[in-house]
Every structure is written in C-alpha cells, then in structure tokens.
C-alpha cells in the first residue's frame, strides 16, 4: 500500500454532500447496470416529470403513475424499487439527510437494504461518495478486490472475505484504502498497451 500511495500521491475523495440520502439512491437505482450515459439520459427525462423542482421529492414520485415513469427509461423492476424507496422514505425508513448524518454506517446499511432493489453495495457507494465515511471498505466491489489484486501482486482475484480481513489493518480509514485500490484499477489501465 505504501508504494501505491507514493505513485497515485495524496487522498482526493470526491464528497457529493447536497444530495439527499433519497436523491442518492434514486441516482443509484438509475445507474444499476447501466452505462453512465444511458443512465444520465433516463434521469434528464425523468426529472422533466416534476417541472419547477431540482429533484422531485417522494411524494411526487408516488404521485405520477408507473406508465409515465416508464415513459422516461426505468424498468418496471426499477420503477418498483423507485416507488418502494419513496415509500420507504416518507415513513422514515430511509432517513433524512440530518438524521442520516447522526446514525452509525451499520444502522444506516441496515436500513437502507429494506429498500427494494437497494443492496449493501449500493449504501456503501452512500456512505462513502455523499456522506464521506472514513471507515467504508466495499469488499463486494470488483474494482477494490481487483485493484487489492494488482497492488499486492496477487495472481488470483481475491474474496471479499480475504480483503475484509486483511482491510482490518486500514481501520479507521478503509475508505482511503478503497479509494487507492481503486486507483490502482486507473493505474493498470493506464499501462496497458493500446489495442491495435
């Protein structure tokens, strides 16, 4: 890891804090297994259902029928979870942006999977990209297990059950870790001799 912090330099995690924990997931369900343009695109589309708003809050999601929400990309599947998330946060099980602030990473994992189509993976980008968690290590993550794999030197692609154990060495700051096994993954790409 020290070789790998004096190549890539010093941590630069972007934190994206304005949004709200709704807002994010949102985002993510959008994002879920698609390229990043597409998913864009089906955001654009779906915010113009709620003129006058930067992002359209809860009820105004429950408020506009599946059909119209389909209109605007999602999937049924993902207009489910859209739909279960913004019940979910009108009764609180997904918390607001100053409650989420006051609430552990496991309370808030634990709460936010019993959101359809929400996984552990998904709360951790959370709680890393909005609300900045210094101690998240996503050990699902193929890009941290791999860049593990790279910097390490390792021939086989890692479980996530050995980069949990061995991130327990990074504890406080797995997230700065995560961030630099990433960077690793840019690092390897970058070396790769172009495709002829």
Known sequence: MKRLIG?????????????SPFESLVRAIAFQQLH??????????????????RFPRPADVLAVPAEV???AGFSR????????????????TVP????????????IIERLIAVRG??????????????????????DDFGVRNGFRLAYGLSRMPTPKHVLQY???WRPYRTA????????????KRRMPPAV
């Open 7 to 19: 190549e890539v330099g010093p941590y630069a995690l972007p934190i994206r804090a304005r949004r």
């Open 36 to 53: 990043e343009k597409a998913a864009e695109s089906i955001l654009a589309r779906f915010r113009t259902l709620f003129p006058g708003r």
């Open 69 to 71: 929400i389909r209109e």
């Open 77 to 92: 599947a993902k207009i489910a979870a859209l739909q279960d998330l913004a019940a979910k946060a009108l009764d609180g």
């Open 96 to 107: 607001t942006t100053a409650v989420i602030q006051r609430l552990d990473d496991e309370a």
């Open 118 to 139: 929400v996984g552990r993976w998904t709360v951790e980008m959370l709680l890393i990209f909005q609300l900045g968690r210094p101690d998240v290590l996503p050990v």
């Open 167 to 169: 991130g327990e060495r």
């Open 177 to 188: 870790a995560a961030w630099y096994l990433w960077r690793a993954v840019d690092i390897a």
